[in-house]
């Protein structure tokens, strides 16, 4: 009888731990594109402090892929867009790929990097690239795929295509309208059945901050999960919140283009802090916060009720600096973390703790800043500062952010600081025709912080790199100034 019990107890435990486990998939998005990024190792670090299990990258970074090496995180690595068109035309090429970021780092039992996914290029259908990719895509993916059959991985790493948020669509913006965007349509199907044929899932990037940024219609109470926003109602379907319509919209495309059952993880979902109206760290939080308690809820959404995201990654884990603001300023900070790894809200990640904790031990450059001086005529000051922005990062700056109050000339100094460090501090890049001046006084003001770069190997690379140069110049000017010393040693 107790024995009976206790079977009982240890069934019903572990059935619930595998599901809270399914609820508890949530990972990060780990991008690179910044000009001082935070050592991969002190990555790593701050990924294990916060228990984070899963990571997904968008390339396959040796240096990034050895530090995640017996770490025990779950990695997705990427194929980026500019590789479709050879991966696709050779597999040759998709077995090198393969073979050279894939095997080379991969295990499955904590010797080496656990890789569960390939991300076959970075939102190929997004419609700002129009068609260039289309013709590569699921050739591109094939070929990988029958590469990791060679390499013996295929049951253990999956083939999957992120797709961008755009790639459906519905007109009345109601899900039970939805479809794929038409021009994509036919390689869709093709995607969708190779996807099916290997039982891989559909990985989509959601934006309910691109929802509600581009469209009037979307309330920000409706995208951060607000229980007051005003619902929205899909005949007998009632939406509460923008990231079930948007889900819903994708499992209605699903479903039009034959497959119903296609399970989905959610790629990338975020939301920024900075660069735009409505992208701050106070609303990141509520809507980070509003988006954990859905997945916790097990309500699923109207049309998959109790049928979760089988994963979910946060977008992201770091701002990064030099990431195209094409689509807005905001996009160089979705961090959760400041570029140098520090929380910028709290965050509960389910895994034990309540709060992020920050990178340790972060090592910075000097504590110097390049401002403009004040005691020279500005005239030209603001076409320099400009100048400079087309370089530097100055999208702090833009409406909405947290330098756009910073008067002038302190915004001509930002743009200066950030270009400044941007070149390692070196003391010509804080020259602007004799406007700069290096300061030891942190410059920031109020939220507008003036950033001091981090040090990275890149940087100090650059310096012993500078300082052979310096040191070659002065062996030259030596030798030109002085050639009775080339003589003396010629004897
Ligand atoms: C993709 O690869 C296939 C197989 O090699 C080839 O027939 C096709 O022309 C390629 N597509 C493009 C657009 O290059
Ligand atoms: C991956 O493999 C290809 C082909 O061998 C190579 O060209 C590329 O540089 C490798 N590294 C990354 C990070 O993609
Ligand atoms: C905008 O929202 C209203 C209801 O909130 C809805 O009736 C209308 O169809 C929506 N329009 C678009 C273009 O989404
Ligand atoms: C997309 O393709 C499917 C199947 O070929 C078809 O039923 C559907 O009408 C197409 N949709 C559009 C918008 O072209
Ligand atoms: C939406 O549906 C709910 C529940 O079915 C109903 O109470 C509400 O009046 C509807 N709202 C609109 C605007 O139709
Ligand atoms: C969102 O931004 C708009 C424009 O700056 C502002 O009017 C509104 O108050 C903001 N909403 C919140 C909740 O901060
Ligand atoms: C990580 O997990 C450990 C063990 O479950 C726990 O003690 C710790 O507080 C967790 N830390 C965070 C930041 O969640
Ligand atoms: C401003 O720039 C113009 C054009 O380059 C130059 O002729 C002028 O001397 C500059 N003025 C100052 C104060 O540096
Ligand atoms: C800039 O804006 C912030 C937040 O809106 C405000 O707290 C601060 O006082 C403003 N600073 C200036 C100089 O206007
Ligand atoms: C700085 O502010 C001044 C006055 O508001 C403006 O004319 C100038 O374009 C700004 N410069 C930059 C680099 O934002």
Redesign the pocket.
């Known amino acids: 009888m107790a024995l009976k019990l206790h079977l009982t107890l240890a069934l019903l435990l572990a059935i619930s731990s595998s599901f809270s486990s399914r609820v508890r998939a949530i990972g990060v998005n780990w991008g690179t594109t910044a000009s001082h990024p935070l050592p991969p190792p002190k990555v790593v670090e701050l990924l294990k402090s916060n228990n984070i299990t899963k990571v997904k990258l968008l390339d396959a970074d040796p240096l990034v892929l050895q530090s995640l090496s017996r770490s025990n995180i779950y990695v997705t690595i990427g194929i980026p867009n500019s590789v479709l068109r050879s991966l696709n035309s050779s597999k040759k090429a998709a077995q090198s790929w393969v073979h050279d970021n894939l095997t080379r780092y991969f295990s499955d039992s904590g010797g080496g990097v656990r890789i569960e996914y390939v991300a076959v290029g970075d939102e190929p259908f997004l419609r700002s690239y129009g068609e260039q990719f289309y013709p590569f895509v699921v050739g591109a993916a094939t070929n990988i795929q029958a590469a990791l059959i060679g390499a013996n991985l295929a049951n253990k790493v999956k083939v999957v295509i992120p797709c961008s948020y755009d790639t459906f669509q519905s007109e009345s913006g109601l899900p039970s309208k939805g479809h794929f965007r038409p021009d994509v349509n036919k390689t869709m199907i093709q995607l969708l059945t190779f996807l099916s044929k290997h039982r891989s899932p559909f990985f989509v990037n959601l934006s309910p901050f691109l929802s509600y940024h581009q469209n009037k219609n979307i309330s920000?109470d409706f995208a951060i999960f607000r229980e007051t926003a005003h619902p929205r109602n899909d005949s007998h379907r009632t939406y509460k919140n923008s990231f079930d319509l948007n889900y819903d919209t994708l499992v209605t495309a699903l479903s039009a283009a034959g497959f119903p059952r296609m399970g989905i993880i959610v790629g990338q979902i975020g939301w920024p802090t900075d660069g735009a109206?409505?992208a701050t760290s106070s609303?990141a939080e509520r809507f980070l916060k509003g988006l954990m308690d859905h997945l916790h809820s097990k309500s699923g959404t109207p049309l998959r009720p109790h049928d979760l995201p089988m994963e979910t990654y946060i977008f992201s884990l770091l701002d990064e600096d030099q990431r195209s603001v094409a689509t807005g300023n905001f996009e160089r900070h979705w961090g959760m973390f400041t570029f140098d790894g520090q929380a910028k809200y709290r965050f509960d990640f389910g895994q034990g703790s309540r709060n992020l904790v920050n990178a340790q031990n972060v090592k910075y450059l000097p504590s110097k800043w390049c401002v403009v001086n004040n005691n020279r005529d500005l005239s030209n000051a603001t076409a320099r500062a400009l100048e400079a922005c087309s370089i530097a990062d100055c999208s702090a700056m833009s409406p909405?952010g947290s330098c756009f109050n910073i008067s002038w000339p302190g915004n001509i100094s930002y743009a200066f600081n950030s270009y400044y460090q941007q070149h390692d501090q070196r003391a010509d890049s804080c020259d602007f025709g004799g406007l700069g001046l290096i300061t030891t006084v942190d410059p920031s003001v109020q939220n507008c912080r003036f950033s001091v770069e981090l040090l990275t190997s890149l940087s100090v690379s650059l310096q012993v790199s500078y300082l052979i140069h310096s040191i070659v110049l002065l062996t030259t000017t030596i030798f030109l100034c002085f050639p009775s010393i080339v003589q003396e040693f010629s004897y």
């Open positions: 920000l109206a409505n609303i909405g």
